[in-house]
């Protein structure tokens, strides 16, 4: 069984990519709130382990060079003047192939999987991006990835 932080740091990451490639070239200003939802405080001031995690996300994405930014948000709720280096654009706009055949961008991938709420698919990209930008081994060519079905909603009045 994974741990919930890696599935939140998949999520942080797919919602930070999103974002900024819909507003690409544009700086933007990230917000924990608008990733992880309302800031929890507790009684010293310091946020939850949640959003503390996202925030880091963010930070760790900039040190990594998938992205920059002008400054931090004051008590670690977001950045400010946030977009996507080169190489993360590229990275987004390259294609991914599915095990069925089927090609998409990276990015537009990420969007259908964010929208079905497939989780398994948002963790199999992000992989796939870092392994991509990963600069400390060969160049690896990214394999078919499996497509999992999106969530049906189901009426709650029957």
């Known amino acids: 069984m994974r741990t919930t932080h890696i599935d939140d740091f ?50 760790w994405l900039g040190e990594h060079d ?14 400010e003047g946030a977009v996507l280096t080169q190489k993360a654009f590229v990275l987004l706009a390259s294609h991914v192939t599915w095990t069925s055949g089927e090609m998409t961008s990276r990015i537009e991938a990420l969007l259908e999987a964010r929208r079905n709420r497939a989780y398994a ?3 199999m990209l992000i992989n796939d991006i870092f392994r991509a930008n990963c600069t400390w081994s060969a160049p690896v060519t990214s394999k078919p990835l499996p497509k999992s079905e999106p969530l049906k909603s189901v009426d709650s009045e029957s």
């Not at 700086?27 to 009684?43: R, S």
């Not at 998938?66 to 950045?79: A, V, W």
């Open 66 to 79: 998938l992205l920059r930014f002008r400054t931090l948000e004051p008590r670690n709720t977001g950045i």
């Open 10 to 59: 998949h999520y942080c990451c797919a919602e930070v990519f999103c974002a900024l490639y819909s507003a690409f070239p544009v700086p933007y200003l990230l917000l924990v709130e608008d990733t992880t939802g309302p800031i929890k405080w507790d009684m010293t001031g310091l946020p939850d382990r949640r959003s503390q995690a996202c925030f880091e996300t963010f930070v």
């Open 121 to 123: 698919d948002l963790e």
